[in-house]
């Protein structure tokens, strides 16, 4: 592949990554994020084997395929499963409503631009377009986390930061070793385990996921 | 002399291919829900016989209210020379760019609120309201997609684009171009009236908004608003297929390869209305206080397609 057209693509499939982070905003059932999570990282999927077909990398079409079975397959599954447990279907009332919610995004994208210039003019990499965008998704799932009260929504904020900083990796690295990877594989899908069992006894407790409630517990 | 015969011709295009895309769109609608649906040459059939109309108008009715369907049709139809519609460097070029094609659509929009303050209707009020809430969130949101398709081409010429992306054929792949190119077909849906946004089929009082506007009209009147409605979705869709794959248009001016950008445009049209109706088979009509979220959705595409064109090179 041309190292031009090469870079274009991975900056496509990154922003593709960064507007499946967005939609997040702009959707309100719950089932819809988990399939828009699913969605993101599959194309994160896609942006690791194209760099991995330009590099001829065997260990990278490994993490590809680690990364299809558990974030593509395995996470969305347990969380669809957790969400029809706890029968809850829409995001009520976020903290902050999806017009402004859009435009934060956006001037977090437009800070991460800032904040990502001394890398991206320093760097050679092909990839370097990406690596904005990248960290453009870090910010957006942590301003998801922040802003959505359901506990569900929290977690697929989470995955999204997470999914951010794969990308991150991939692109500013062409793939950290096979070891960290596996550490970090373990760890998301762990936390996600653990966390499911949070929303259980959260709604045990409220009746609801919703995690504004939980300020009752200070009485 | 060539050159403004092609002009001529896209004008005539425009004219004559216009109530057949919404005809395709319609039978195509129809049939993906399972009906029969009329043929599609039915929207030429509808403004024969509303132009054989008497008109009727009330008598509250001032000059504006007469004025808004000729500046309407004529604002649309001057769209129609700017528009590589087949040919790339068009003599109007240098009269027009893609802010002025942009506003003169605007323009037509403006008086088609007024005329539906006219009258003093309280329909054609209430949609010029809705009509100028949409407005008012689109326009950014175009001029900032433009920008963006501007900033990948470095000019807001619209021939200019098109040569240049027939050029650089890569470019259509950056991501700033495909986002200019979503958030621009999210305010096409807004701006022709399609469905997420309005309902093209209704009279349903409570949901429309274009049909709104234009109740009190009758006879030839009528006829030209609805004729200039269908040039504007073929422009839209037109400029779109053409920004973002204009392989076919006429670089250079023989027979053969403007007989070929004729077929290439209709084919491009064919797969965008099958594209706009598989979509709207699919939808289900925004809440109005939804619109702003999807508009919304189209800023931050355009705003997004803006810094990739300008900070990613």
Not at chain 2, 285 to 299: A, M, N, Q
């Amino acid at each position: 592949m041309a190292p031009a057209l090469f870079s274009r693509l991975v900056t496509l499939a990154s922003s593709l990554v960064l507007l499946s982070g967005l939609a997040v905003l702009w959707r309100h059932s719950l089932a819809a994020y988990i399939r828009t999570f699913a969605r993101q990282s599959f194309l994160i999927v896609l942006a690791i084997l194209l760099i991995a077909a330009q590099e001829r990398d065997v260990r990278l079409c490994v993490v590809a395929a680690l990364v299809l079975v558990i974030k593509v397959v395995l996470i969305p599954r347990v969380l669809h499963r957790v969400q029809r447990h706890v029968a809850a279907d829409f995001e009520i009332h976020p903290y902050v409503n999806t017009p402004l919610s859009l435009v934060i995004a956006g001037a977090l994208t437009l800070m991460s631009y800032a904040v990502a210039a001394p890398v991206v003019s320093l760097a050679d990499l092909p990839t370097r377009g990406g690596i904005p965008l990248a960290l453009a998704t870090v910010f957006v799932g942590l301003f998801i986390i922040i802003s959505r009260r359901s506990a569900l929504s929290q977690i697929i904020g989470f995955l999204i930061l997470e999914n951010g900083i794969a990308l991150l990796a991939v692109l500013a690295t062409f793939g950290v070793p096979l070891i960290v990877e596996l550490g970090v594989f373990l760890d998301v899908l762990l936390g996600v385990l653990v966390m499911q069992v949070f929303v259980y006894r959260i709604r045990e407790t409220f009746d609801t996921i919703d995690v504004d409630r939980m300020k009752d517990l200070r009485h | 002399m060539i050159p403004y015969l092609l002009e001529a011709l896209q004008c005539l295009l425009t004219l004559t291919l216009a109530p057949g895309l919404i005809g395709l769109v319609r039978l195509l609608k129809a049939r993906l829900q399972g009906r029969r649906g009329p043929p599609a040459w039915q929207p030429y059939r509808d403004l024969a016989k509303l132009l054989d109309k008497e008109r009727v108008v009330s008598t509250q009715a001032s000059w504006i209210f007469h004025a808004t369907p000729h500046l309407v049709f004529a604002s649309t139809l001057v769209v129609s020379l700017l528009v590589p519609l087949v040919a790339a460097p068009l003599p109007f070029d240098r009269a027009g760019d893609l802010i002025v094609v942009v506003y003169l659509l605007l323009l037509g929009t403006f008086f088609l609120a007024l005329a539906g303050l006219d009258t003093a209707s309280p329909f054609g009020g209430m949609g010029a309201s809705r009509e100028m809430t949409i407005a008012a969130l689109a326009e950014p949101t175009i001029a900032l997609a433009i920008f963006g398709m501007g900033a990948g081409a470095g000019s807001t010429n619209l021939g200019e684009i098109v040569a240049r992306t027939l050029a650089h054929p890569e470019a259509t792949l950056s991501p700033g171009h495909l986002m200019a190119f979503a958030a621009l077909f999210i305010v096409m849906l807004a701006e022709c009236g399609r469905l997420p946004v309005d309902n093209p089929a209704t009279h349903l009082e409570l949901t429309m908004i274009h049909e709104a506007m234009i109740l009190e009209y009758s006879g030839p009147p009528l006829a030209l608003l609805e004729w200039a409605a269908h040039m504007k979705f073929f422009l839209f869709l037109s400029l779109l297929s053409n920004l973002v794959c204009p392989w076919g248009v006429a670089v250079e001016l023989s027979p053969r390869t403007l007989a070929l950008a004729v077929l290439a445009l209709v084919g491009k049209l064919v797969v965008l209305a099958i594209a706009v109706t598989v979509l709207e088979t699919r939808l289900a009509k925004l809440r109005l206080f939804r619109v702003p979220e999807l508009l919304g959705v189209s800023f931050i595409l355009a705003l997004l397609a803006i810094t990739s064109s300008f900070l990613v090179r």
